[in-house]
């Protein structure tokens, strides 16, 4: 959310107010919404490089990087914390913020609200009244929950700007938690006024109306060649006890949309580590299940990608991904039967050269999260590896063969 304050002296002051990204399914950094097509992250320098030096064959499979910006913590008069990313012309003066924003009035909710050891964040009812009455206030829909749940299914009421209750919508509340966590770490670490670095990169869900998400670890090995000994020996644990030393991959968060219920499903990293191999299938049929039907019209898109992707990384001698994940996304609103004139001009361009309506089925596969990424000829590395990442391969071959045998329906 740009604002902007003009004051008498006709100086312009123009910042960026970041907001929780509530499509964040997994990982522990917290992923900020900038716009609405571009989400920001806290900058590592080694995750910076690698998108500066991204080999052109893996472009597609990453998202776009846009650059860095430079981001402050910002406490308003009410003691309310927020991210705002500066103009490109820093200044010291203090942003007046809008509130206009579903996101943040809802994580300033939380950021008042006690959490509970089991990560539940309950909402007496005075609490709910000023959620009410702070989300009314915006053009935006209001989004009223009664708990959040990091383990359970999350639901939300909506309503429009007159108050009044138009369907059931959810959000999933695990990018609140890093987020809150974040805000966090932040204050106590950091003085007010100090500059941090955030990523910019394209928003991958920004097109979706209900994104399903699922957010895999890939790999038999998670630690970087940089880890401490304690850490490492945490990380092989991990590995060892998860489907990760069986299989190459483990479901690190997940979202997908019932449209029975008109709710997202939730799962966090948790549930992930805990699954044997036959939980780690059913969890992949769940992804790929509305509630009401197996979306086996998604299967044969992301098979495609995903042996696109083997392809690729087959071919790029040196790269170990540690610690990175893999999305595969989709939206949860089906694509209704539509006629070639009732298409957008892109859609009806696709079907005039030769697609069918069932093409156009929105899916996506994407690598991300590069913060233990090493390769040949990247800065400062002590340890160089020969040939294309093994364990990185595993686990999308693995990943594959469980997706053909659901859509052979064994």
């Given amino acids: 959310m740009v604002v902007q304050d003009s004051v008498d002296t006709g100086d312009a002051r123009v910042g960026v107010r970041l907001e929780p990204f509530l499509h964040q399914v997994g990982g522990h950094l917290s992923v900020m919404k900038y716009d609405e097509h571009t989400v920001c992250k806290p900058l590592v320098s080694r995750e910076q ?27 308003d008069s009410m003691g309310q914390l927020s991210l705002v990313a500066s103009p490109l012309k820093e200044r010291q003066e203090p942003f007046k913020i809008s509130t206009e924003s579903t996101a943040v009035a809802i994580w300033q909710t939380l950021q008042q609200t006690p959490s509970g050891n ?27 929950r009664s708990k959040l749940h990091l383990n359970a299914q999350v639901s939300s009421l909506v309503e429009d700007a007159n108050g009044n209750q138009v369907e059931r919508k959810s959000f999933n509340p695990w990018g609140l938690n890093c987020h809150q966590a974040h805000l966090t770490r932040l204050c106590s670490e950091y003085p007010e006024n100090k500059r941090h670095r955030f990523l910019l990169l394209e928003n991958v869900v920004s097109q979706y109306t209900h994104p399903c998400i699922l957010d895999l670890k890939m790999g038999t090995r998670q630690h970087g060649d940089d880890a401490s000994e304690d850490k490492k020996a945490r990380h092989m644990r991990k590995c060892a006890q998860s489907t990760s030393a069986r299989l190459g991959v483990r479901i690190c968060g997940m979202q997908v949309y019932q449209t029975d219920k008109k709710h997202f499903l939730c799962k966090d990293k948790y549930y992930g580590r805990k699954l044997s191999v036959e939980g780690f299938r059913q969890a992949l049929y769940q992804f790929l299940h509305d509630g009401t039907r197996l979306r086996r019209e998604l299967l044969e898109p992301i098979l495609h990608q995903l042996r696109a992707l083997l392809s690729v990384i087959r071919s790029q001698s040196s790269y170990r991904f540690y610690s990175s994940s893999l999305l595969i996304t989709y939206d949860g609103q089906e694509p209704l039967e539509r006629t ?11 079907m005039a050269h030769g697609s069918s309506p069932g093409d156009l089925t929105k899916v996506d596969v994407r690598m991300i999260d590069f913060a233990h990424t090493t390769y040949k000829g990247s800065w400062n590395e002590h340890i160089t590896y020969d040939g294309p990442d093994p364990g990185y391969i595993f686990g999308l071959e693995n990943l594959i063969g469980i997706l053909q045998n659901i859509q052979e329906g064994e």
């Fill in 49 to 75: 490089r690698f998108y500066e030096s991204l080999p052109l064959a893996m472009k597609q499979f990453t998202p776009q990087y846009k650059g860095t910006i430079t981001v402050h913590l910002w406490k």
């Fill in 118 to 144: 089991g990560g539940t964040h309950p909402l007496n009812h005075q609490q709910h009244a000023q959620l009410a009455h702070s989300l009314k206030e915006s053009p935006a829909k209001a989004l009223l």
């Fill in 340 to 350: 070639p004139g009732s298409l957008h001009p892109q859609e009806a361009s696709q």
